[in-house]
């Protein structure tokens, strides 16, 4: 099994705060450095075990994504080199090729959903009320179905161990205003649209994401955190997609199924894996990187 990493430990930089995925160090005023480690999360919970490797390959997926969308949207990049904020070469070698070095912005308070097809919580209320975050749909649609158009679907950021809950858009106009909330709206869909056409044409269904942006010093919105990985999306293999039933996918989705099999209650703490299911993983983030960048 590959080595992996639960927890970085950068002496030399100061910790600003540890998420649910990622360590966050300040670097200076102006700039701060990511560490993405493998620590996988579901229900909000962090799981006891690591997946092998998935922190440089959820990098390198943001990585290419930010590169092709940067024309859309400014990103949080940065081209600041590793080697010359950490001299310390056994600190340095910890977090390459998991680690990225980004402007110091203001991150904005929700999350950018956006919704392809209906599955998931959505599926679950759509059932109910025929609606999903409260947007009524036609009736007669089917689980994994294709939606007439994405959806915007926003919610609040909850703190690791609480849950996000969805909000609408107009809750989201008062924590942003107006203006603000219509820009992170046509920002999150030309982005899910673009790269959704994309991952097709390398056989891969995006369900579903969640993005995450930023203002700088000008009130500049940037697109920040992560972008279309299997921790943030759905991934789907398209050459067996069929509505009706909630495709195998690419991501997390797995590990969530094989946890709801354990009537575990979805609080701290998590149960452990099996090597099975670490590895399966494992296997399948890999498999999204390399049909997604070639």
């Not at 994504?65 to 949207?73: D, E, H, K, M, P």
């Not at 600041?80 to 070698?93: F, M, Q, V």
């Not at 709206?185 to 579903?208: F, H, P, Q, V, W």
Request: net charge neutral.
């Amino acid at each position: 099994m590959p080595e992996f990493l639960f927890q970085s430990d950068i002496k030399s930089l100061r910790l600003r705060n540890r998420g649910k995925v990622r360590d966050i160090y300040d670097i200076d005023d102006k700039h701060l450095l990511i560490v993405t480690t493998d620590r996988l999360s579901a229900f909000d919970v962090v799981l006891p075990d690591p997946i092998p490797g998935k922190g440089e390959i959820l990098t390198k997926m943001s990585n290419f994504w930010f590169a092709r969308v940067r024309t859309t949207i400014p990103n949080q990049l940065t081209d600041l080199s590793l080697d010359k904020i950490i001299k310390d070469p056994a600190e340095r070698k910890q977090v390459e090729g998991r680690s990225i070095i980004v402007k110091k912005l203001k991150p904005l308070p929700i999350e950018a959903v956006v919704r392809g097809y209906l599955v998931g919580s959505g599926w679950k209320e759509y059932q109910a009320s025929g609606t999903v975050c409260g947007i009524k749909l036609p009736s007669g649609l089917k689980e994994a179905d294709r939606l007439p158009e994405p959806l915007f679907t926003p919610s609040t950021k909850a703190e690791a161990g609480h849950h996000d809950e969805n909000i609408s858009f107009d809750q989201a106009a008062e924590l942003l205003g107006k203006d603000m909330a219509e820009k992170v709206k046509n920002a999150s869909m030309t982005i899910y649209k673009e790269c959704a056409a994309y991952a097709l044409t390398r056989g891969i269904i995006i369900a579903d994401t969640k993005f995450e942006f930023g203002l700088d010093d000008n009130g500049t919105l940037t697109l920040i955190d992560e972008v279309l990985t299997p921790d943030s999306s759905r991934f789907w293999p398209a050459e067996s997609y069929k509505p009706g039933a909630n495709p195998p996918s690419y991501d997390k989705q797995y590990v969530r199924d094989y946890l709801e099999t354990l009537g575990w209650n979805k609080k701290p703490p998590a149960p452990k894996l099996p090597p099975e299911v670490i590895n399966k993983t494992a296997e399948k983030y890999r498999e999204a990187l390399t049909k997604l960048t070639g």
